[in-house]
């Protein structure tokens, strides 16, 4: 089964794109969703952050308290490289188990996975990588009308992640999201169609 590393920056329209390849029936692994997973309550990454900074850092219910940590972490440059060095094995490990329980009939599975070329770590297990690139101006609009966050905030988040130039020279595809939500849809339908026909003709 070929596996699609599907990544782009804050905002960029990864969850929308990953939507729409869902509707027309491709795979999905999600390491947002398993990072979110994994930090409820009594789940290994609550437990990891337990540990790491104390229960201070877990809400009431038990799962981790995610602003507390940001604000922590935000300021703290050994605090984060401690906390990605807990949870990223932990993530890892789920994403390969999910992708290994998929059926043998699905065509590709796209691995979500925001930071792809800035960690590295599924470098070897994906197949080919997806970019979904979308001009800087745009995405910072887009992020600061879905969320709480200044243009300021929004600036500094882009800058810990690598520069647009040089995930476009990395991505194998990209898609551009400069438009409306048709048109990222129209691409989307394209680019399925052509992983799958390239899974068709590998089964030849
Ligand atoms: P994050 O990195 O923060 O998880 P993301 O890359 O997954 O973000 P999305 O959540 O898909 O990005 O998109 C960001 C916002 O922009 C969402 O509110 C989404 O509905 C909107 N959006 C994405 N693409 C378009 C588009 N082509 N036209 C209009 N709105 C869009």
Do not use: W
Request: aromatic share 4%; hydrophobic share 45%.
């Amino acid at each position: 089964m070929r596996i699609i590393g599907l990544t782009g920056g804050i905002g960029s329209g990864k969850s929308t794109v990953a939507e729409a390849f869902v509707a027309l029936g491709a795979a999905l692994v999600d390491t947002d969703q398993i990072a979110h997973a994994l930090s409820q309550a009594g789940q290994a990454g609550a437990k990891a952050v337990a540990q790491l900074f104390g229960d201070d850092y877990l809400n009431d219910a038990g799962s981790i308290d995610r602003a507390k940590l940001r604000k922590r972490i935000f300021t703290d440059a050994a605090a984060k490289q401690r906390l990605e060095s807990a949870l990223h094995p932990l993530i890892y490990a789920e994403a390969i188990r999910q992708l290994a329980a998929l059926p043998d009939s699905v065509p590709y599975a796209l691995l979500a996975v925001p930071l792809l070329f800035e960690t590295g770590s599924y470098a070897g297990i994906i197949d080919q990588s997806l970019l979904v690139d979308c001009p800087e101006e745009l995405q910072i609009r887009r992020v600061m009308a879905r969320s709480q966050l200044s243009r300021d905030e929004v600036l500094a988040i882009m800058h810990q992640q690598l520069p647009r130039a040089a995930k476009l020279a990395l991505a194998d595809e990209v898609i551009l999201n400069d438009a409306d939500l048709d048109s990222l849809l129209e691409k989307v339908k394209e680019l399925h169609k052509k992983y799958t026909q390239a899974h068709e003709s590998e089964q030849d």
